[in-house]
């Protein structure tokens, strides 16, 4: 079975520092990894997936095959990141398992 | 405009209480999902549809049922309410061949 980790519940920075936000996968196959993101008192959205490549609001991740790790990143965090963030995976079933969530605060 | 809505957005009812939560989608997606989320907890996976009289079972356990007799109408029914039913339940949906899904607003739910 498929498992995401997100190790921390709530994370602080201060605005202009960098920010990680950790995931970790379990999945034997080929997954395709996703963050999705839901700010105060909106729906929840995708952020951003692996195989787009994408930088996003600043943001990147890379998948870490060998560390099933999908790491999110930003160089220089703004007050307007705060929201939650969820890392997903979707293996053979093309079903999505979601983390159980990181809390971003970026504090002026 | 191409939207997933999800009607009502708050319920509160009392327990034994069948209730309904409505979740219409004009993406023209085929896969539609439910999940159940408590507060600053992981989505749960309920229940989902890979079209027209098409539903499975997720990966949590639910009392609830779900019917799909159109495309873009994928209701979720509860018989009887109880108090462990509180949460807010989210709908979702995808294309075909594609596993990025498009969430709705949610309902959040409290049986008292």
């Known amino acids: 079975a498929q498992r995401v980790t997100q190790p921390e519940k709530l994370l602080s920075v201060f605005k202009g520092a960098p920010v990680e936000l950790k995931c970790n996968y379990s999945?034997?196959?080929?997954?395709?990894l996703f963050w999705y993101v839901q700010y105060s008192r909106q729906r929840l959205q995708l952020l951003l997936r692996?195989?787009s490549r994408e930088s996003i609001k600043g943001f990147t991740a890379d998948l870490n095959k060998g560390e099933t790790s999908f790491h999110l990143k930003k160089p220089f965090a703004q007050e307007e990141d705060s929201a939650m963030y969820y890392c997903?995976?979707?293996?053979?079933?093309?079903?999505?398992?979601f983390g159980s969530g990181t809390q971003l605060t970026v504090l002026p | 405009e191409a939207d997933i809505y999800q009607t009502p957005r708050y319920l509160v009812i009392g327990t034994g209480k069948k209730i309904t939560l409505e979740c219409s989608q004009t993406?023209?997606?085929?896969?539609m999902y439910w999940y159940q989320q408590d507060p600053g907890m992981e989505l749960h996976l309920i229940h989902y549809?890979?079209?027209?009289?098409?539903?499975e079972k997720g990966d949590l356990s639910s009392e609830s049922t779900v019917s799909r007799i159109r495309t873009e109408h994928f209701p979720l029914t509860l018989e009887s309410a109880r108090p462990s039913h509180t949460s807010q339940y989210l709908c979702?949906?995808?294309?075909?061949?594609?596993?990025?899904?498009?969430f709705g607003p949610g309902t959040r739910l409290t049986v008292l």
């Open positions: 997903a995976v979707s293996g053979s079933a093309r079903q999505l398992t």
């Open positions: 979702a949906s995808s294309r075909q061949g594609d596993d990025e899904q498009f």
């Open positions: 993406m023209g997606h085929d896969k």
């Open positions: 692996h195989i």
């Open positions: 999945y034997s196959g080929s997954p395709e």
């Open positions: 549809s890979y079209g027209v009289n098409s539903t």
